[in-house]
Nanobody, 127 residues
């Protein structure tokens, strides 16, 4: 089992920044690729960003490229999502998730590949 706890969400004006954190406990953190997903009201959960087990590879959905940065600290069992130039359309509940990816460089975007999920943190961007 892996337990994931997100933090750092809140209310911010358009153009502002937030940094989300996801603290993991349980199994060996470095065995998991880590992803961020989000779900807006009335919409399906969507992929945002993913980082490989070692942190050597990252991938982003097009709408956040150049604005969001995913990173991880395996010594502290934490993954981060730095969000800059926020837009009202970024408003959603943000979830971190762990993917038991056996290949070290694996980065996957399908939520069905993820084994563990956090409870989510709300991000609201006002216009």
């Amino acid at each position: 089992q892996v337990q994931l706890v997100e933090s750092g969400g809140g209310l911010v004006q358009a153009g502002g920044s937030l940094r989300l954190s996801c603290a993991a406990s349980g199994r060996t953190f470095s065995n998991y690729a880590m992803g961020w997903f989000r779900q807006a009201p009335g919409k399906e959960r969507e992929f945002v960003a993913v980082i490989s087990r070692s942190g050597s590879r990252t991938y982003y959905t097009d709408s956040v490229k150049g604005r969001f940065t995913i990173s991880r600290n395996n010594a502290e069992n934490t993954v981060y999502l730095q969000m800059n130039s926020l837009k009202p359309e970024d408003t959603a509940v943000y979830y971190c998730a762990a993917d038991r990816a056996f290949a070290p460089g694996t980065v996957r975007m399908d939520p069905l590949n993820y084994d563990y999920w956090g409870q989510g943190t709300q991000v609201t961007v006002s216009s």
